[in-house]
């Protein structure tokens, strides 16, 4: 009782992995016992009764991207700018049943390392890694300190088809072992490593004092050779001289044969090698993991499901603001900071793919005004359309305006860096919160014209929705070739029992009918 989980670390079977964050699990979390992996797909629709995770399951990706963004001492920031969810204890699923140093919880990731067979991770001799792509799956478990802030305790981790490692570590953020392959590397070679939390969820993996114990090491070299046997002996040397103390530029073909020639024979004599070679470069790897799963966080675009109420005027702020706040409170100010020419692009498209103009007006007291102008209804083409304050014009605009914005924006790269490439994933609560069905089809046409007319990486949209309209929506959609079934995933939630949590995956055939579907869902 209360001892560490053993995880099977299944790689899962999809064509489609491409992104640095593919899939994610959990398990201990709210009333997410046990939840399996799931496809992070360009379309995944979460549905289910109230209160059963869904939205526990969809707010952990802004969970994460607060948690990458704030300062803070641990992996975690359980509340921020886009989601609260209190207290360690408040997330548990067990919550008094255990002694304080056994409540945990884990999430799972598993994404795509991209170029890892350069030089750095490749040796002619020595192939670390075949794939040039490298998977990775891991079980981190997090646990709560004395002083209250969250630790990382154990990272389990499969790095393709090869290598299975196991990291334990102590609350006093000392590493405890690392195991590969069930090659158990003793806490004695292990005293010297500790993980100091940097951006991101994963611990960086140091060396205490690396260079300065490198160079000791080889300026004794000669004495040390004198005195000791081996081949044992090379074993020490792989623990002792790791990459950790080569400069960056420097290959694994380089610390091959620095060692070989330290030695004075032939490496493939020894045992394990390319497991040591892999422990040497492990600090890398957790770092590359860290920056892969921190590029798809840091580009989660959240919206909550109570979106802002729109105001008459806005008191100008100088801000610079390219992204749309979670409730959508700062759209005026986001719209009034377009150039002429983004203003005017703007306006084409929510015209052309909604029907409707969006006017930002200002005047000489520094107040913003959003104006609607909508000529659905018009009777006749001579009839003028006059603009109207979007405070007179119903909640829909309210709703549906700070997600089409954000989603122009990310689209089409505004305020960004040219050479920063972002794939946008949308994290989206209700999004038919105030729309009438046609409406919401006009909506998800455009998110799926989004994902279809992208090459390479494609943009994602995970939508937590109560609305049986959205759901036939979008296998009308596959049915009319807008997007593929294979590109959309439907996770149902259910907790029968009124505690934990299951889900069950539903898909679209190629005529837009739904699989897997339970009978009766929408009553």
Known sequence: KGGVRKEKLTMKKESNLKYGLSFIGMKGFKSLKDIAPQALKPMTILVGKNSCGKSSFLRVLPLLKQSAEENIDGPLSLYGNYVDYGDFEDVLTEKNENERKYKQFQFYFEGLLKNISRPRYHSKNFPVFSEKNLRYAMWLTFRKKENGNIYVSQILLTLGKDYKVDIKIKESDEIQSISINSHHFECVEMSAFYPRLSRGILPNILRKNSNRRAIHFISNINEYWLNKDFPEDLEYILNEFDLMSLQSTQTLDDYVKELSDFAKMDLT??????????????????????????????????????????????????????????????????????????????????????????????????????????????????????????????????????????????????????????????????????????????????????????????????????????????????????????DVSILVFDNENGKNTKVIQSYFNNDGDLENWPIGFFG
């Not at 914005?405 to 960004?416: A, C, D, K, R």
């Not at 989206?428 to 990486?457: D, S, V, Y």
């Open 269 to 486: 004599k020894i045992s394990n090698i390319n497991i040591k070679l892999v422990f040497a470069l492990l600090p890398e790897i957790i770092s590359r993991i860290n920056y892969a799963i921190y590029s798809v966080v840091s580009n989660v675009n959240y919206s909550k499901p109570i979106r802002a109420n729109a105001e008459r005027y806005y008191r100008y702020k100088p801000l610079h603001a390219n992204e749309i706040s979670p409730d959508g409170s700062n759209l005026a100010h986001v719209l009034s900071n377009f150039t002429d020419s983004e203003r005017s692009e703007f306006e084409d498209w929510v015209d052309k793919e909604f029907g409707f103009k969006v006017f930002v007006r200002g005047d000489s007291l520094k107040q913003i005004v959003i104006q609607i102008k909508d000529d659905k209804n018009k009777k006749d083409k001579k009839t003028a359309v006059i603009e109207h304050n979007i405070v007179d014009m119903g909640f829909g605009y309210t709703q549906i305006l700070p997600i089409i914005v954000q989603l122009w924006i990310s689209t089409n790269g505004i305020g960004f860096t040219p050479m920063l490439k972002r794939t946008p994933l949308f994290a989206i609560e209700q999004p038919e919160l105030h729309l009438h069905p046609a409406l919401q089809k006009t909506l998800l046409r455009t998110f799926c014209k989004a994902i279809e007319k992208t090459n390479g990486e494609k943009p994602r949209f995970l939508l937590e929705t109560h609305s049986k309209t959205f759901v036939m929506l979008l296998g009308e959609l596959i049915e009319q070739k807008m997007i593929s079934p294979e």
